[in-house]
């Protein structure tokens, strides 16, 4: 676990910069009472919210939508055990306005694997946090 | 999001196995009814299950004390676009027995910061699910 004096803590506009640097992040959501978590695809939004594709009736569409859910992004040096870590919490929803979903068609999230059909969820980003892990080397 | 098709299975001795490669994690669970993911580092117990190292009295240790979390790691190659993702889903609990916490206090997770005193906390292995992306050129 990282103690607090080991961390920067990073601003919006970092966060925002670091996450548009990977391209996978993790969704964070709660299924049969349960924590559950998914690897995705994303992108962010202009207005910084985050973007991720999936299947339409996917069991992560029926357990996100209309739900607080969290995403997370890192990128860790194991060799300089150094590092960032960014969690965007706020509420997901299916994108259905036409105007975003032509302006997106484009621009908006790939998946790696592509998606004969597919549905756009947004994280509106209400709460951001993120964390530099400043290396064993640093002073606290 | 990646279709079904798109992966692989893995069974649990390569979850095991992928999940030695890796010094980081993300321990996923609830605080204050919302879902929550902090990265951690962590090793395997003989038993296959996931120990976690972090400071006493920690907001961690009170969320997940007890209770059911999921544990994820995984490593992408956004070149290939290739990877793998495992989640292991159990019980968490602090690590009280004076047996285990000697014998773990050697070989068991070290924080990449040193924690002058800390806690282990060990996520059971109840549930775990393991896949492979196979990456755009392979056959589904």
Same mark, same amino acid.
């Given at each position: 676990?990282?103690?607090? *004096?080991?961390?920067?803590?990073? *601003?919006?506009?970092?966060? #925002?910069?670091?996450?548009?640097?990977?391209?996978?992040?993790?969704?964070?959501?709660?299924?049969?009472?349960?924590?559950?978590?998914?690897?995705?695809?994303?992108?962010?939004?202009?207005?910084?919210?985050?973007?991720?594709?999936?299947?339409?009736?996917?069991?992560?569409?029926?357990?996100?939508?209309?739900?607080?859910?969290?995403?997370?992004?890192?990128?860790?040096?194991?060799?300089?055990?150094?590092?960032? +870590?960014?969690?965007?919490?706020?509420?997901?929803?299916?994108?259905? *306005?036409?105007?975003?979903?032509?302006? #997106? +068609?484009?621009?908006?999230?790939?998946?790696?694997?592509? #998606?004969?059909?597919?549905?756009?969820?947004?994280?509106?980003?209400?709460?951001?946090?993120?964390?530099?892990?400043?290396?064993?080397?640093?002073?606290?």
């Amino acid at each position: 676990m990282f103690t607090d *004096d080991a961390f920067r803590p990073l *601003d919006r506009q970092e966060c #925002l910069r670091l996450l548009a640097k990977v391209p996978v992040g993790r969704v964070v959501y709660t299924l049969r009472a349960l924590p559950a978590v998914l690897p995705v695809n994303f992108t962010l939004d202009t207005d910084a919210s985050v973007l991720l594709r999936t299947a339409p009736g996917s069991e992560l569409v029926h357990a996100v939508d209309g739900f607080v859910v969290a995403f997370e992004a890192d990128d860790f040096d194991p060799v300089a055990r150094t590092g960032w +870590s960014v969690i965007v919490t706020g509420r997901a929803s299916v994108v259905t *306005d036409p105007a975003d979903l032509a302006r #997106l +068609s484009g621009t908006g999230p790939a998946s790696w694997m592509p #998606l004969p059909d597919s549905v756009l969820i947004r994280i509106e980003w209400e709460l951001v946090t993120g964390r530099e892990l400043l290396g064993a080397c640093s002073a606290a």
